[in-house]
């Protein structure tokens, strides 16, 4: 009988002991434990009604004056993926019109918990050094009135290169511009 109580205490802290292991290696990151959620799971019908499409304006400048191209989208109930979406079609529309002489990449869409601030994060500026404040203030409001006819509420929009604020002799970056 004592044989096998000791067998019990035994496998019990053996058990104990694995335990506080697993739990220490989590605590600390060892290993992800993930579960997955029932958004992940949508069924085709799901997905359907969250996603539609939509006709908009993508608005650039060619040198000459401001221009309008009308592009379909699909539309989503995500603002931030929205956005994402627009701002990389009116990118690639800006190296094809030769407003920027190199592709440039949105990195990172983020709007405040407020949300009146709009943050764009682009891996380098779309502004060229050398061209007039006028050429630079147009092409700014070109983004901010493809935003504007996009998104119902009226937020701050700040450019930022690499999350850090975009930085021009000309123009002031560390202010938001209104959309």
């Given at each position: 009988m004592k044989l096998f109580q000791?067998?019990?205490v035994m496998v019990g802290s053996i058990t104990i002991f694995i335990g506080i292991f697993f739990l220490y290696a989590y605590l600390n990151e060892f290993f992800v434990l993930y579960i997955p959620s029932r958004n992940n799971y949508l069924s085709s019908t799901e997905k359907a009604?969250?996603?539609?499409k939509k006709s908009i304006n993508l608005y650039f400048y060619d040198g000459h004056g401001i221009r309008q191209e009308k592009n379909d989208v699909l539309w989503s109930t995500d603002m931030l993926e929205n956005i994402n979406y627009i701002m990389?079609?009116?990118l690639l529309l800006f190296y094809e019109e030769k407003v920027t002489p190199e592709k440039i990449s949105l990195q990172t869409v983020l709007?405040?918990?407020?949300?009146q601030d709009l943050y764009l994060s682009f891996n380098k500026t779309f502004l060229n050094p050398e061209s007039s404040i006028k050429t630079k203030l147009t092409i700014i409001e070109t983004i901010l009135s493809t935003l504007r006819e996009t998104q119902n509420n009226e937020m701050?929009?700040?450019f930022l290169v690499n999350h850090k604020p975009m930085i021009d002799d000309h123009l002031d970056f560390e202010q938001s511009w209104p959309m």
């Amino acid at each position: 009988m004592k044989l096998f109580q000791k067998k019990e205490v035994m496998v019990g802290s053996i058990t104990i002991f694995i335990g506080i292991f697993f739990l220490y290696a989590y605590l600390n990151e060892f290993f992800v434990l993930y579960i997955p959620s029932r958004n992940n799971y949508l069924s085709s019908t799901e997905k359907a009604i969250k996603i539609t499409k939509k006709s908009i304006n993508l608005y650039f400048y060619d040198g000459h004056g401001i221009r309008q191209e009308k592009n379909d989208v699909l539309w989503s109930t995500d603002m931030l993926e929205n956005i994402n979406y627009i701002m990389q079609q009116l990118l690639l529309l800006f190296y094809e019109e030769k407003v920027t002489p190199e592709k440039i990449s949105l990195q990172t869409v983020l709007i405040s918990p407020s949300g009146q601030d709009l943050y764009l994060s682009f891996n380098k500026t779309f502004l060229n050094p050398e061209s007039s404040i006028k050429t630079k203030l147009t092409i700014i409001e070109t983004i901010l009135s493809t935003l504007r006819e996009t998104q119902n509420n009226e937020m701050n929009v700040h450019f930022l290169v690499n999350h850090k604020p975009m930085i021009d002799d000309h123009l002031d970056f560390e202010q938001s511009w209104p959309m």
